[in-house]
């Protein structure tokens, strides 16, 4: 599954894609993620912590068990890198990468 971010991203657009990716008919541990974010992408929004329970959520959905997150800016990486330190999601693999081919590569070998 490849998801893109861009733009001011708020909590709802993350549970609405969950909830819409569930309703795919391969969603499941074996379906796993690239999620692309944009250089225009803005989390400004979000509490602090709203991402990690996104991928709480995301865990005990059933759904992807690998994440490949691509980021392109340094504050993009800020957000997500405490997320990856601060995993406390069981089962699920997060790692973030600068390239989408290598996250796709790493996708592949999951």
């Known amino acids: 599954m490849q998801v893109r971010v ?3 991203t708020t ?3 993350l549970v609405n894609f969950l909830a819409k990716a569930q309703k795919d008919p ?5 379906l796993n993620t690239l999620f692309i974010v944009e250089p225009d992408a803005q989390f400004g929004q979000l509490a602090p912590g709203t991402l990690a329970t ?6 005990e959905s059933g759904g992807s ?16 890198s405490e ?14 990468f600068r390239d989408e081919f290598t996250a796709l590569q790493w996708l592949h070998s999951e």
């Open 6 to 8: 861009t733009g001011s």
């Open 26 to 30: 391969q969603y499941g541990p074996t």
């Open 83 to 96: 997320l990856v330190q601060n995993n406390g999601t069981k089962g699920l693999k997060i790692r973030l």
């Open 11 to 13: 909590l709802l657009d």
């Open 65 to 80: 068990k690998a994440w490949a997150i691509v980021f392109s800016t340094d504050s993009h990486y800020t957000i997500f």
């Open 54 to 59: 996104f991928f709480k959520r995301v865990a």
